[in-house]
């Protein structure tokens, strides 16, 4: 007599009600919420990384972070009720941080690619910062005097902050300045002609710019982008300067990963000055360049080893990493122990976001070239700008420091406009 074996048609039934049950308990929810965030990771790094970038390129910023939520996943049913807690809120605030890219995009209308899966981070870290908050109000202590639980619970609120301030919010800081960029073009307000550009950096990505033909036979690199440095691009093309602009890597309509702080952007003026070398108007040894912010500090790092760049205005040039914030002198004692601890997990956060090491510090780059810098420093505008003393003592007879100590960052063309034009146009004269 044959029997024929039955077909357990009650399984996926049992494992969807399985399932069900697995989400309604605390660490249920908890793995749910990790899970929409290690999404977007997977989806921003791996499967839908910038345009010129691929997930090669992206190993560290993905697999690290990926790392460290399955972890957390593994740990949170296993830890204590206040400890759960706390780290469902610390997980949750930093997720929030994926969330802002974005919400960045989507306001400046240009939501697309992995931007769908960071909306979907929201809900999920607004969730964990809901279960912490409910998992450390319900596994509160209630034992001993009424006096003691409030001390206790104000000394805790206390410490998180101290630690959200120190060691949460520079890895969030981290996330938003390695994924956020000016997301479309400026309206063009040159008041001249111009050509719409593109050229190529020596790691394969596409930039694209405005080039304002030169009548003199000399051009400059304004920079970073094409907004602020539209001002002084105007000036010197009313000079008979060329001028190109053009969006850096990861802004605007240019290819690659976005860094505030500029880290790798050295290429980006490496690759316009080639493309300078080659324009039929332009001689190639009269190209200079001049920066703004964080492009002063990339001219600077780019004197260093870019014989085609000539002459060299850097304003608003700051700190880039931690070893150039230690060096600040505005910040002592206790304020510079914090800093510094703040400053190396920042720092630290950049490296493992942006994929590289931090670029070296300016002072020994300024020290190695010897390209002519004018410096143009606002000491007292609280961006670090205190530093040019520093780099301009490094640099030494190649650099002329100006300081403005009434203007605010960048702000010299403002605060002293006349002398702004005869310095710097006459710096270029000069040099070029």
Do not use: C
């Not at 049992?14 to 990771?41: C, D, K, M, Q």
């Not at 700051?318 to 004692?333: F, N, P, Y």
């Amino acid at each position: 007599m044959s029997s024929t074996a039955s077909i357990p048609l009650h399984r996926p039934a049992l494992s969807a009600t399985r399932l069900v049950g697995a989400l309604r308990t605390e660490a249920g929810l908890a793995r749910l919420a990790i899970s929409g965030i290690a999404l977007h990771v997977v989806d921003d790094n791996f499967l839908q990384p910038p345009p010129g970038t691929g997930p090669g390129d992206h190993l560290v910023s993905g697999l690290v972070p990926l790392a460290l939520l399955a972890l957390v996943a593994w740990a949170y049913p296993r830890l204590r009720g206040g400890r759960r807690g706390a780290l469902a809120l610390l997980v949750g605030f930093l997720g929030l941080s994926t969330g802002v890219e974005a919400l960045h995009y989507a306001n400046n209308g240009a939501l697309g690619g992995d931007d769908y899966t960071g909306l979907l981070t929201i809900p999920s870290s607004l969730g964990l910062l809901a279960l912490g908050a409910v998992t450390l109000w319900r596994t509160r202590r209630n034992d001993g005097s009424r006096v003691w639980r409030y001390s206790r619970r104000v000394l805790l609120g206390v410490a998180g902050g101290l630690i959200a301030l120190v060691l949460t919010f520079p890895i969030a800081f981290g996330y938003v300045t390695t994924h956020t960029a000016r997301a479309f073009v400026p309206a063009n307000e040159l008041g001249v002609p111009y050509e719409d550009v593109t050229f190529t950096t020596s790691d394969g990505l596409e930039l694209r710019g405005w080039y304002i033909p030169s009548r003199n036979g000399a051009a400059v690199i304004s920079f970073p982008g094409r907004k602020g440095p539209q001002r002084p691009a105007r000036m010197l093309a009313e000079h008979g300067y060329g001028v190109l602009l053009f969006d850096r890597r990861g802004e605007g309509v240019s290819d690659g990963d976005p860094h505030a702080f500029g880290w790798g952007g050295e290429r980006d003026v490496k690759a316009a000055v080639a493309y300078l070398q080659q324009r039929p108007d332009v001689d190639p040894a009269r190209i200079g360049g001049i920066g703004l912010s964080v492009g002063g500090e990339m001219m600077l790092d780019a004197t260093a080893d870019t014989p085609g760049l000539k002459a060299v205005v850097s304003e608003g040039a700051g700190a880039r990493s931690v070893t150039e914030e230690l060096d600040w002198d505005h910040i002592k004692g206790l304020e510079k122990v914090v800093n510094g601890i703040s400053g190396a997990i920042k720092t630290g956060s950049h490296v493992i976001l942006s994929n590289q090491l931090p670029p070296e510090h300016l002072a020994d780059l300024v020290a190695r070239s010897s390209t002519p810098m004018l410096m143009i420093a606002a000491p007292n505008s609280g961006h670090g700008e205190g530093l040019n003393r520093m780099y301009a003592e490094a640099a030494g007879d190649n650099a002329t420091l100006w300081e403005i100590p009434e203007s605010g960052h960048v702000g010299g063309m403002d605060s002293r406009p006349e002398e702004y034009e005869r310095r710097v146009v006459g710096f270029f004269d000069r040099e070029l």
